[in-house]
């Protein structure tokens, strides 16, 4: 009851603090803009590239402190779309994967817009399954040394929890209109037709993503089945099966960028400002996440390569 009442206060205490940083914010600046070295782009018309961030889960929906979500990743790309003084897009991604739907339409996005920007992938810690799927739609990638990357493949899982059910004496009664609307269900075995479906639905999911994949790295899909089957790399291995370009960090990466947009030197590169809310919202977002404890079991699969077929929504 005392540990309720300390978070609520907490909680209390952000809010204010919130309140007030987000009528400074409006006041002292009225516009969002991306800056590099003091100058901002959208005011001064600069030639330069993006920086756009993937990190942690991927999901449909807003992005929060520890997640990328496919609105805000496609909103900031539409958004420069039509913007001449934008040559190129770095893209720096540390991300396990996540929703098969955020991340196509990103990968989608990103396709669209290689016709008239050039992408270059810098990889981080992590860049697997989804986080992969989007790489693959750059012109070119980096990745570290022990970047571990790869993880080309879908899988599902659906606990079974009858035979304890039946063990405390609890039965599960389900309604439903339609054969296969529990075909997830962890409260009975699943039938014979039912593991075809599911079979079924991950084959197709897992052929797309082979295809758009070698789609994007513009390679045979025989080259890309070599990798695939859910196999993980270094940065360096993944190098000799066509995944990786080249080992190098953000360095590396904007050289590259600027080579490809034919730019004379190093583009300027703009990335968001933070304004003093977002680092709040991001500091209090940890601090809770550890007061709590709140994290569900799945979050800790999220941080690893391995990636699921969620019943609630498919996953990379």
Known sequence: MERNKVTLLMILGLLLVSIFLGLYSISGNPGRHSKIQGQKFLKDGLSGAILIKIEGEIHSGRSTYSSTGADTVLARLREIENKPEIKGILLEINSPGGTVGASQEIYEELIHLRKDKKIVVSMKDLAASGGYYIASAADYIYAQHGTITGSIGVITMS??????????????????????????????????????????????????????????????????????????????????????????????????????????????????????????????????????????????????????????????
Not at 249 to 274: H, I
Not at 277 to 292: E, N, V, W, Y
């Open 159 to 316: 606990p079974n929890i009858s035979g304890l059910l039946e063990k405390a004496n609890i039965k599960m009664k389900v309604y439903k209109a339609g054969k296969y609307k529990d075909i997830l269900s962890m409260f009975r075995e699943h039938t014979k037709e039912e593991v075809e479906i599911i079979d079924s639905l991950l084959d197709d999911t897992y052929r797309r993503f082979i295809l758009d994949i070698a789609k994007g790295r513009n390679i045979s899909k025989e080259k890309i089945e070599l990798a695939a089957e859910g196999k993980i790399f270094s940065g360096e291995k993944a190098i000799k099966y066509h995944l990786v370009d080249a080992i190098g960090g953000r360095r590396e990466a904007m050289l590259k960028l600027s080579e490809l947009a034919g730019y004379d030197g190093v583009l300027p590169l703009f990335e968001d400002d933070e304004s003093p809310i977002d680092r709040l919202i991001q500091m209090f977002g940890a601090k809770f996440s550890m007061l709590t404890k709140n994290n569900p079991m799945h979050m800790d699969i999220y941080k690893s390569p391995i990636l699921l077929l969620m019943p609630s929504a498919l996953r990379f």
